[in-house]
């Protein structure tokens, strides 16, 4: 694979085993990506949102308020896994 394929994919610059707390409680309860985005969709989450928080892009975040769409999104994120939304928030 060339350095451009490798780019574009991003596979060979991810480490080989570091998931989100999104996707490490997803795996827990047997979910999918597909499933986790799709019951995301269907509380009114974007799919380009639902697919930011699977690869936990809000992890880096730590300025979150209840008027802030991100944490309504979270909420929604928490629900589809059957967790307390202060799991998800980055510690």
């Known amino acids: 694979m060339d350095d451009l394929s490798q780019n574009l994919t991003g ?3 991810m480490p080989t085993k570091v998931d989100s707390v999104v996707q490490q409680l997803a795996e827990k309860i047997k979910m ?3 499933e ?3 019951e995301m ?3 009114g989450c974007s799919e380009p949102t639902a697919i930011k928080i699977w690869r936990g892009e809000y992890e880096n975040f730590d300025n979150f308020n209840d008027h802030d769409i991100s ?3 979270l909420r929604k994120a928490a629900d ?3 967790v307390v939304t ?3 928030l980055p510690k």
Do not use: E, I, P, Q
Request: net charge positive; charged share 35%.
């Open 41 to 43: 969709r269907k509380r």
């Open 80 to 82: 589809v896994l059957k």
């Open 32 to 34: 999918s990506f597909d």
């Open 86 to 88: 202060g799991t998800l």
């Open 11 to 13: 596979k060979a610059d």
């Open 36 to 38: 986790f985005v799709g």
């Open 71 to 73: 944490l309504s999104n």
